[in-house]
């Protein structure tokens, strides 16, 4: 069973800046295919952007391109979002998931039913 704790989330105004950081308890964290989802309420679950195992691949929603980065460091089994120029409407619950996969398979899961594990999400909040 794989834990995941998020933090980060807060609240922040309209161009600024949030890091949420998830922490896994999987010792075979590099294993691992990991994303970021986001939530609002009456809405479906949104992959905000997602990472492969190594770090060394990336993809993002279209929205989010050149504002937030994923990034991981597997010795600390934490997977990171940088978000930068923070708009109301990024706020959202924002979760991070992960999916083990193996070789050959391809790391890039962007549906919410992709992926077995989830933390329990924390608020991030743009004020306007």
């Known amino acids: 069973q794989v834990q995941l704790v998020e933090s980060g989330g807060g609240l922040v105004q309209a161009g600024g800046s949030l890091r949420l950081s998830c922490a896994a308890s999987e010792r075979t964290f590099s294993s691992y295919t990991m994303a970021w989802f986001r939530q609002t309420p009456g809405k479906e679950r949104e992959c905000v952007a997602a990472i492969s195992r190594s770090g060394r691949s990336t993809d993002y929603a279209d929205s989010m391109k050149g504002r937030f980065t994923i990034s991981r460091d597997n010795a600390k089994k934490t997977v990171y979002l940088q978000m930068n120029s923070l708009k109301p409407e990024d706020t959202a619950v924002y979760s991070c998931?992960?999916?083990?996969?193996?070789?050959?398979?391809?790391?890039?899961?962007?549906?919410?039913?992709?992926?077995?594990?989830w933390g329990q999400g924390t608020q991030v909040t743009v004020s306007s």
């Open positions: 998931a992960a999916e083990r996969v193996g070789d050959g398979v391809s790391w890039r899961l962007t549906s919410p039913g992709q992926y077995a594990y």
